[in-house]
């Protein structure tokens, strides 16, 4: 039964070993795109679909994320009285603009274990579960993961998010043995956590997006732990196959992986070209450097 899709799961408990030591006491959620964290252009996507309620996955240790979200009174007076009215509505809107609820994984089991943590939250509707380390960038009007609500909205199955990838790359990946339907979406067969790329049944990659039936609740009950000793939800989605279809959305969009230091490098490049004020400067100091 389709039902309207409100609620977002936002694991953020990992140590972020990919850009130690930076990691050590800033969560990785945290890490700068231009001027704006990770973590909260995913909040901004999962508001531009719909979303109304978020349960952030944290662990102890990771307490400035929940900081980033809480208002800061006496910087709102400072802002207010200096006459920042833009940055102080964009500070206000930072816990405003969606209802944020937080629960704490104690044991790092995996991805599928911080996602377990959500059946309470999830309840009868719908789940989007949004990795907070990524950032997508639609190349259409629809965020990400409003274009899964509306591959939700046609069949009312579960949907993950796809990209391809160079073959060489899939082992890297949660990768989808799947059959293409039209526009894009795909009915899958089957899914592969990080295969070595002889043994990839393609070359499409789940990209940090899900929209999740409550039946994965049902699925990671039964998920015991596998690669890397870690519950793998790529093992529950193979669990939910057998009671349910699920679908797959070719994403219209391009996945900016900021939890790596190549990654980071190339979105703050990239976005910070974007910025009206900062694109002429920093085009001729890029210049320089490439000449040099
Ligand atoms: C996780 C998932 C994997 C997915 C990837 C990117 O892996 O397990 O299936 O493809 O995120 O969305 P991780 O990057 O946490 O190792």
Do not use: W
Not at 206 to 211: E, G, H, I, W
Not at 231 to 248: F, M, N, P, W, Y
Request: aromatic share 6%; charged share 25%.
């Amino acid at each position: 039964m389709k039902k309207r899709v409100f609620k977002a799961v936002i694991p953020a408990a990992g140590f972020g070993t990919r850009m130690l030591p930076f990691t050590k006491a800033v969560p990785k959620e945290l890490i700068p795109l231009v001027d704006k964290p990770v973590l909260q252009y995913v909040i901004e996507e999962a508001v531009a679909a719909g979303i109304e309620e978020v349960l952030l996955i944290v662990s102890s240790g990771k307490e400035a994320i929940i900081r980033h979200f809480n208002p800061v009174p006496d910087l709102e007076i400072r802002l207010e009285e200096s006459g920042k009215q833009e940055l102080l509505a964009q500070i206000r809107a930072l816990n405003t603009m969606v209802k944020i609820s937080y629960v704490y994984q104690q044991q790092l089991d995996g991805l599928g274990g911080a996602v377990r943590l959500a059946k309470n939250f999830a309840g009868d509707d719908p789940v989007a579960v949004m990795l907070g380390d990524t950032v997508m960038d639609s190349h259409t009007g629809r965020s990400v993961t409003g274009q899964l609500v509306d591959v939700y909205e046609r069949y009312g199955t579960s949907v993950i998010a796809f990209e391809q990838v160079p073959l060489e790359k899939v082992s890297r990946y949660g990768v989808a043995d799947a059959e293409e339907l039209s526009d894009g979406v795909l009915k899958l067969r089957d899914l592969v956590e990080k295969p070595a790329p002889e043994k990839a049944p393609s070359n499409l990659a789940v990209a940090a997006r899900y929209l999740f039936t409550p039946g994965i609740f049902t699925a990671l009950e039964h998920t015991v732990a596998g690669l890397h000793n870690e519950i793998q939800l790529t093992d529950a989605v193979r669990l939910l196959l057998k009671s349910e279809a699920v679908h797959g959305c070719r994403i219209a969009g391009k996945r900016f992986d900021l939890g790596s230091k190549a990654g980071f490098v190339a979105a703050n490049v990239e976005f910070a070209m974007r910025c009206p004020e900062l694109q002429e400067t920093l085009e001729k100091q890029l210049r320089n450097i490439l000449n040099k």
